[in-house]
Every structure is written in C-alpha cells, then in structure tokens.
C-alpha cells in the first residue's frame, strides 16, 4: 500500500458528461500528479500541485482541469468527454518534488 | 529536456534466467533515474532509485539497476527470474524539480 488513495476505482460514463476524480495523497506529502495511461499514449503526465499551487502543466487538455485543496487532497475534473478519453487516470505523491513519487491505484475512466 | 526510451516493449526470459530490461536518458542535468513496476490492475510500484552516490543501486525484489553517464543508460537486471516477476516495467526520470517523465514500457513474461 502506497499510502496514496483514489477513488473511485472504476468509473463508467457516457460521452459529453463530466467527471471528478479524487486523490488523497500520503501523509505528509505537499506535492500531487496526475497521470493518464493508455495503451497508445502510454503513461503521459498531466498536471503538477504543491501545496495548493499549480507547479507545473503537462500534456493536460483544457477540457481537463484539477485542484489541490487546504488539506492537500486533490482533483481532476474531467468534461466533455470523449471515447478517447477512455484510460487509467493515476495520481502520485511526494514530499518534495526532486524526490520519487508514489502511486495510487488509479481510477479506470470507461467513456461509452 | 528530459525524456526516457526502452528499448524493447516485450521481453520473455525462461524462469531462472537473467533479466534485462534497459532504460536511456536523455537530460541536459544529471537526472534522477527510476524503475517502477506495475502488476495487471494496479498501481505502479517503486523498484529503486538513482539519485546521486553509488551508480550501482539496488531495489526490491532481488533487482538492480546502474547508472552509466557515459553510456546514458540505467538498465535493470536481475540474476534469476521468477514467475512473480510477470509484470510490466517502466522507466522513468526528472531533472531537478521537473516532474517524472516515463519511458513507454516494457512487459516481461517469464516462461516455466
């Protein structure tokens, strides 16, 4: 157990909604990522927090945006869906950000 | 800029055979370097870490990796493979403060 909780694990909607996915990080930890992983893209990062601040952007749509919260906790809100959008969303954490990250268990995104 | 390649999406060793899954960098400051490990339906787990030090670093699960500056590499090894070792395995490193950027992955099949 990584210490670093997302839920929900599975999430089935269909195209043109909006979801949210939520990630507690591990005790301590200041910093967040999300992740996407999918089969062609592989794992491509999103989107970085630290303590509250947006430090960093990655490959992240803007139909995609994401929040950390005073207590720490993070999430990605995800809208307008598409068939495309269909992956394994991750989150990590880490105290500092030059240290290792470690993961949660993902949410499987199925968009119908 | 930083980015990581695999070289090779699948590798199948016999059961008791060497593993080696190998990783380059490419970074314009020395990077950290690490293997993660993701068994079917979860997360990734971290296997060791290259931060500064030692070049030979050593990980969970009897593996190991060295860091090579000349050759820019961090390959993985591990001298005898095990069934329980079936997995997908994924390189990855920053630079400095940046966030973790992955290689695309590599899956191995131990053979009975």
């Known amino acids: 157990d990584s210490g670093v909780t997302q839920t929900p694990k599975h999430l089935i909607t269909a195209t043109g909604q909006r979801v949210t996915l939520r990630c507690s990080p591990r005790?301590?930890?200041?910093?967040v990522y999300w992740y996407q992983q999918s089969l062609d893209q592989g794992l491509q990062f999103l989107i970085q927090y630290y303590n509250g601040e947006e430090r960093a952007k990655g490959n992240i749509l803007e139909r995609f945006s994401a929040q950390q919260f005073p207590d720490l906790h993070s999430e990605l809100n995800l809208s307008s869906l598409e068939l495309g959008d269909s992956a394994l969303y991750f989150c990590a954490s880490s105290y500092q950000g030059d240290t290792e990250a470690f993961f949660g268990q993902g949410t499987r995104l199925t968009v119908v | 800029a930083q980015s990581v390649t695999q070289l090779g999406s699948h590798v199948s060793v016999s059961e008791g055979a060497l593993v080696l899954l190998r990783c380059n960098y490419s970074s314009s400051v020395p990077p950290y370097l690490f293997w993660y490990v993701q068994y079917p339906n979860q997360g990734l787990q971290l296997l060791l870490k290259?931060?500064?030090?030692?070049?030979l670093v050593k990980g969970i699960n009897g593996f190991e990796a060295e860091f090579k500056k000349s050759e820019t590499s961090f390959h993985l090894t591990k001298p005898s493979a095990h069934m329980s070792d079936a997995a997908e395995y994924f390189c990855?490193?920053?630079?400095?403060?940046?966030?973790?950027?992955f290689g695309k992955g590599t899956r191995l099949s131990v053979i009975a």
């Open positions: 290259y931060t500064t030090g030692a070049t």
């Open positions: 005790s301590g930890d200041l910093s």
């Open positions: 990855a490193g920053r630079a400095g403060n940046t966030p973790l950027v």
